[in-house]
């Protein structure tokens, strides 16, 4: 059988190793590989997978996220809910998909009543994990960095940019932008917020930060020096892998 990651560009995503140890370690007769596919192939590309007798599962990363969804059936409420995926399995000849990004996300925070969030970013995991705690906590006060034209109702700020003055209320902040990362080189040396602003934050402030390689940002660095507490976006990274490859095990013995 044959797995894929697909996305564009790609650059040595850790998903292929996490897969690969997992179906030597459960002697799995699974091959995993990346595929880089370029947007206008994408349909023919889909199509092929859905005729592919020995295609099984595929992890789905940028810029398709939200896409992948006009080609498959949603696998549960909550990657209904957020209309995202990162994961698509086979079944006949549907795909079925599901999101354990956002999955994971939940489960790597906290477990606090928090009053003002922000989250920085509004892409594949942005747009989702907002839509989410927006209706998990449902009486904060939310603030949304992105460059996009959204419409939002009165409880969310669309901001361009970070006021110095709004880490006096900031109690959760999240990075879902690829700012501190090695996706590209540009990216590493930066971080989503600046030193001096993030120099009067909430005593209560919690900085997710999605970025998982390398272990080490600019941001987390910040962090460490004003003594917030941070958690970068490893675990969650690891957690959507172990959910999604339990999926992708159940439909493997079911199909044996």
């Known amino acids: 059988m044959q797995s894929y990651i697909i996305g564009y560009p790609l650059n040595n995503p850790r998903s292929v190793k996490l897969w690969r140890n997992f179906f030597k370690i459960n002697k799995m007769d699974i091959k995993m590989d990346p595929l880089s596919v370029r947007p ?3 349909n023919s590309t889909i199509l092929k997978l859905k005729k592919n007798k020995n295609f099984i599962a595929s992890a789905i990363t940028m ?6 969804t006009n080609y498959s059936i949603y696998g549960n409420k909550l990657t209904k809910e957020v209309k995202s995926s990162n994961l698509i399995i086979k079944n006949n000849n549907n795909l079925i998909c ?8 939940l489960k790597s925070l906290p477990n606090r009543n928090f009053k003002n969030i922000m989250i920085f970013g509004y892409g594949g995991v942005g747009e989702p994990l907002f839509k989410i705690l927006y209706k998990k906590f449902n009486k904060s006060k939310f603030s949304v960095i992105s460059k996009k034209n959204i419409k939002f109702s009165r409880r969310v700020n669309l901001l361009r940019k970070i006021n110095e003055n ?32 993030l120099k009067k934050h909430n005593k209560k402030l919690f900085v997710f930060d999605i970025v998982y390689k390398p272990y080490k940002t600019r941001l987390s660095i910040y962090c460490k020096k004003l003594g917030i507490a941070y958690k970068n976006g490893y675990e969650m990274n690891s957690l959507q892998a172990n959910i999604a490859l339990k999926l992708v095990r159940k439909k493997y013995l079911h199909s044996k």
């Open 40 to 42: 206008e192939f994408l």
């Open 63 to 68: 810029p398709y996220k939200k896409v992948i």
């Open 98 to 105: 599901y999101n354990t990004d956002i999955e994971a996300a």
């Open 166 to 197: 709004f880490f006096k209320k900031i109690d959760l902040f999240i990075n879902c932008s690829p700012l501190g990362s090695s996706l590209k080189k540009n990216f590493l040396n930066k971080s989503p917020i600046n030193y001096n602003i």
